[in-house]
């Protein structure tokens, strides 16, 4: 059984910066992405950003050059640098494992992220 535990939400202000990280653990697949989505009040789920086992990346253009995603891949483990953080990136911030391929989806329980302005 696959499970994500995330670590690193908070209260911030806006221009500052936090660090997310999520740890899979379970059976996980050499071919895989990682990853970071958010859901707001109100809003659906969406796309912050992903980096696959090969390391390639996605980002949503909301946050590009703002927001870095790493991996570590021997402790399968996903990080989130946001800086730059802005009141509109307030949201609960879901970790994502596509595990395999095709991917079999996991989400962890969210962080919240709240940017004061």
Not at 39 to 64: C, D, F
């Amino acid at each position: 059984q696959v499970q994500l535990v995330e670590s690193g939400g908070g209260l911030v202000q806006a221009g500052g910066s936090l660090r997310l990280s999520c740890a899979a653990s379970g059976r996980i697949f050499s071919i895989n992405v990682m990853g970071w989505y958010r859901q707001a009040p109100g809003k659906q789920r969406e796309l912050v950003a992903t980096r696959t086992n090969t390391a390639s990346t996605n980002y949503a253009i909301s946050v590009k050059g703002r927001f870095t995603i790493s991996r570590d891949n021997a402790k399968n483990t996903v990080y989130l640098q946001m800086n730059g953080l802005k009141a509109e990136d307030t949201a609960v911030y879901y970790c994502y494992l596509g595990n395999g391929y095709p991917y079999t989806d996991y989400w962890g329980q969210g962080t919240q992220v709240t940017v004061s302005s």
